[in-house]
């Protein structure tokens, strides 16, 4: 069993910038991949980013330029730098990971105020 725990989110001004972090813990053999999705009431769960054990990363168009996925594999930490944050970031965000199987943190949540 693998648990995500999510930490760093919270209440920002527009412009301003938030850390979360995410550590993954249990028993596993490799990490594929980990990063973050978000979602707000209503809506789906959307890409925010992600990292693979090879480091290619992937990001959401709306945050590109903004945001920055990071992980240090030695601690199974993945990180997000959120940038120029906008109203409309607000969401919780969610910690994916993916071992054997995908896996998914509790959230936490990051509200942007205007």
């Known amino acids: 069993q693998v648990r995500l725990v999510e930490s760093g989110g919270g209440l920002v001004q527009a412009g301003g910038s938030l850390r979360l972090s995410c550590v993954a813990s249990g028993r596993f053999s490799r990490v594929n991949g980990l990063g973050w999705y978000r979602q707000v009431p209503g809506k789906e769960r959307e890409l925010v980013a992600t990292?693979?054990?090879?480091?290619?990363?992937n990001y959401g168009d709306s945050v590109k330029g903004r945001f920055t996925v990071s992980r240090d594999n030695v601690k199974n930490t993945v990180y997000l730098q959120m940038d120029s944050l906008r109203p409309e970031d607000t969401a919780v965000y969610y910690c994916w990971g993916w071992f054997s199987r995908t896996y998914w943190g509790q959230g936490t949540q990051v509200t942007v105020s205007s």
């Open positions: 990292m693979t054990s090879g480091g290619g990363t």
